[in-house]
């Protein structure tokens, strides 16, 4: 009994980083700029694609090609941004139709550029066994995609929290006027920070990319998963993020293993349903915005 439930929260702590990673982008860019950002999807794909094509037509590895991942997709993030997201701000119905009508965009690009069959991204050699964890056998690449995900956590909340870059932001984020008036670039601020979300959901994407076909579709899924994470942790809390993201982990977990991954995700939805009816400001948000 014991070795079940370790196997259990050992892959809830699995589906947890993964949620973890690709909601931490769309965490960051809702919770500072108030955009519903329904291309974030798109970008987890991005990130797919890229680490595809960079093994495909430039042999780089995926270890070699993470930070290259990041700058392509990143630059993707800055140049919509720039062209589209910037003149729809305080507008929240008009940007939710503008990144659905760029992520439509995006798939039919890459259906055109590379194809609509799947495609895949080859596992890293040296993670491609298992270790003992507990006296459980588990991928090594799973262990790998935890670890990075903690790195990257760690290195948002210090961009946050202990960089003049992020001091600027939390100031924006609660009053942008003010903010203004004492010199503080906000227009400059948001791109950077768009820009740093799109590259977090392009290294999801790419993480992610061994263990699942890419497809142009691909980011469908992974966008509502990354929605209900922010809905549950809080759009202004990075720690709550991080704790709704182990939450919806053990819960998938949990209950795909007492019925099946459709029903897990279904249960799970209706719960996240319930709570926003009674908590519609998460289970970890304690600020409003301004």
Same mark, same amino acid.
């Given at each position: 009994?014991?070795?079940?439930?370790?196997?259990?929260?050992?892959?809830?702590?699995?589906?947890? $980083?993964?949620? !973890?990673?690709?909601?931490?982008? *769309? %965490?960051?860019?809702?919770?500072?700029?108030?955009?519903?950002? +329904?291309?974030?999807?798109?970008?987890?794909?991005?990130?797919?694609?890229?680490?595809?094509? !960079?093994?495909?037509?430039?042999?780089?590895?995926?270890? @070699?090609?993470?930070?290259?991942?990041?700058?392509?997709?990143?630059?993707?993030?800055?140049?919509? @941004?720039?062209?589209?997201?910037?003149? +729809?701000?305080?507008?929240?119905?008009?940007?939710?139709?503008?990144?659905? =009508?760029?992520?439509? #965009?995006?798939?039919?690009?890459?259906?055109?550029?590379?194809?609509? &069959?799947?495609?895949?991204? @080859? #596992?890293?050699?040296?993670?491609?066994?298992?270790?003992?964890?507990?006296?459980?056998?588990?991928?090594?690449?799973?262990?790998?995609?935890?670890? #990075?995900?903690?790195?990257?956590? =760690?290195?948002?909340?210090?961009?946050?929290?202990?960089?003049?870059?992020? #001091?600027?932001?939390?100031?924006?984020?609660?009053?942008?006027?003010?903010?203004? $008036?004492?010199?503080?670039?906000?227009?400059?601020?948001?791109?950077?920070?768009?820009?740093?979300?799109?590259?977090?959901?392009? *290294?999801?994407? %790419?993480?992610?990319?061994?263990?699942?076909?890419? $497809?142009? &579709?691909?980011?469908?899924?992974?966008?509502?998963d990354a929605f209900m994470?922010?809905?549950?942790?809080?759009? &202004?809390?990075l720690l709550g993020t991080?704790?709704? $993201?182990?939450?919806?982990?053990?819960?998938?977990?949990?209950?795909?293993?007492?019925?099946?991954?459709?029903?897990?995700? %279904?249960?799970?939805?209706?719960?996240?349903?319930?709570?926003?009816?009674?908590?519609?400001?998460? *289970?970890?948000?304690?600020?409003?915005?301004?």
């Amino acid at each position: 009994m014991s070795e079940i439930v370790i196997s259990q929260v050992i892959t809830g702590l699995s589906i947890g $980083s993964i949620l !973890l990673l690709v909601a931490l982008g *769309l %965490a960051i860019i809702y919770g500072t700029t108030g955009v519903i950002n +329904l291309a974030h999807g798109e970008f987890v794909m991005l990130g797919a694609y890229s680490a595809w094509a !960079l093994q495909k037509y430039a042999n780089i590895g995926l270890f @070699e090609g993470l930070i290259l991942i990041f700058f392509i997709v990143a630059f993707i993030g800055f140049f919509i @941004e720039r062209i589209v997201i910037r003149h +729809l701000y305080d507008r929240p119905m008009d940007t939710i139709l503008a990144t659905w =009508g760029v992520g439509i #965009m995006a798939q039919q690009i890459i259906r055109l550029t590379a194809g609509g &069959e799947l495609r895949y991204v @080859e #596992m890293p050699q040296s993670l491609g066994s298992s270790i003992s964890v507990f006296g459980i056998e588990t991928s090594a690449f799973r262990i790998f995609i935890l670890v #990075m995900t903690a790195a990257l956590f =760690g290195l948002t909340w210090y961009l946050m929290y202990k960089t003049n870059i992020g #001091m600027k932001l939390r100031a924006i984020t609660q009053n942008r006027e003010m903010a203004s $008036s004492f010199g503080i670039n906000s227009d400059r601020i948001y791109s950077l920070t768009f820009a740093y979300g799109s590259g977090l959901a392009g *290294l999801a994407g %790419a993480l992610v990319s061994p263990l699942k076909s890419v $497809s142009p &579709e691909m980011g469908t899924t992974y966008v509502v998963d990354a929605f209900m994470v922010v809905v549950l942790g809080g759009v &202004e809390s990075l720690l709550g993020t991080i704790a709704s $993201s182990l939450i919806l982990g053990q819960m998938n977990g949990f209950l795909a293993y007492f019925s099946n991954d459709t029903m897990a995700k %279904a249960i799970v939805f209706m719960a996240i349903i319930v709570l926003i009816r009674f908590r519609p400001q998460g *289970l970890f948000s304690t600020k409003n915005r301004n």
